[in-house]
């Protein structure tokens, strides 16, 4: 009978390690040896200026930027992983009750919306059931769920991730 339990308790405990997310950050969705396209972090708009202010205004209603490579190559081995990842929220889709259920997950503020987008393998398209209500666009949030290798397009920008999310929360709560 001992035997019997100690066996289960490994298998329970080996399960739920199992379903445990993997930790990921930003410069594991570039494949090794694939080139680095440092990030255009210069915003459309500079609020230390504001004599410039109008052209901060005229800017914003600019055309978007041309994402710099939204066919960056991507970790096919993360395809299927349980993973977290951290990042900031770029809403595309909200439901009724003004929570967004449809997003990019990007690796710094204003991506997407207020500099360039980053290359495809920096950005993940997610896909929420519950939602998540954005409040703030300056909170990074924790996304957990599991990867998918697979391109999607959006009017903002091209993914070269996907994910169906499981848990949604602020940055900093765990």
């Not at 019997?4 to 490994?10: E, K, N, P, R």
């Not at 255009?40 to 930027?65: I, K, N, V, W, Y």
């Not at 957990?144 to 920008?157: D, I, Y």
């Amino acid at each position: 009978m001992p035997r019997f339990l100690l066996l289960f308790l490994l298998l329970v405990a080996s399960s739920s390690w199992a379903g445990e997310s993997r930790t990921l950050d930003w410069p594991q969705l570039i494949p090794e040896g694939a080139p680095i396209i440092e990030p255009q972090m210069t915003p459309l708009h500079d609020m230390s200026r504001l004599s410039q202010l109008g052209d901060a205004l005229a800017a914003e209603s600019a055309p978007a930027a041309v994402q710099p490579a939204p066919d960056a190559p991507v970790v096919e081995a993360l395809d299927g992983q349980q993973v977290k990842l951290p990042g900031y929220i770029v809403p595309l889709e909200v439901n009724e009750q003004g929570r967004t259920t449809e997003f990019l997950l990007v690796p710094y503020y204003g991506a997407c919306i207020h500099v360039p987008p980053p290359p495809s393998n920096q950005i993940v398209h997610i896909f929420s059931e519950m939602g998540v209500r954005v409040e703030d666009l300056y909170q990074p949030y924790w996304i957990e769920g599991r990867m998918q290798v697979k391109a999607a397009r959006s009017e903002l920008a091209d993914a070269g991730y996907q994910m169906q999310a499981g848990k949604i929360y602020a940055f900093g709560l765990q």
